[in-house]
């Protein structure tokens, strides 16, 4: 019995179930960010000065503000998750359907790993 575009539905549900998860976890890591962005520009304005406080700045610009911007290393992993078109979930999903979907023999194969195949003695 072929899965059909049974298997394609529940593969593009779960799919876009997980794109969404993505999206609303970039909104909090998002959050997040603009928080620490905030709290480091109060702490360098209200007395932190001085080397360490250059020091921290210097820091926070080149690492964690530049990792967390738009365009920036985290967004550019994410991305991967919540393209449309070519993303890693549509890869997922062109690797796992193949025609009519996913491969009827795959099921078969999964629920008899480790059990004797042959005719035995």
């Known amino acids: 019995m ?6 394609r539905v529940v593969l593009s549900d779960e799919m876009q179930k997980a794109k969404g998860e993505c999206q609303s976890f970039r909104s909090q890591v998002k959050s997040l960010a603009q928080e620490l962005d ?3 520009n109060t702490l360098l304005s209200t007395g932190f000065q001085g080397e360490a406080a250059d020091g921290l700045k210097q820091f ?5 503000a530049a990792f967390l911007a738009d365009g920036g290393t985290f967004d550019q992993f994410l991305s991967m998750f919540d393209k449309d078109g070519d993303g890693l979930f549509d890869s997922i999903e062109k690797a796992l359907t193949i025609g009519d979907g996913v491969d009827p023999a795959l099921g078969d194969n999964n629920k008899n790993i480790g059990q004797s195949t ?3 003695s």
Do not use: L, P
Request: proline share 0%; net charge negative; hydrophobic share 25%.
């Open 2 to 7: 072929s899965m059909g575009t049974t298997s």
């Open 38 to 40: 905030s709290i480091i």
């Open 60 to 64: 926070y610009d080149n690492n964690i």
């Open 118 to 120: 042959g005719s035995g």
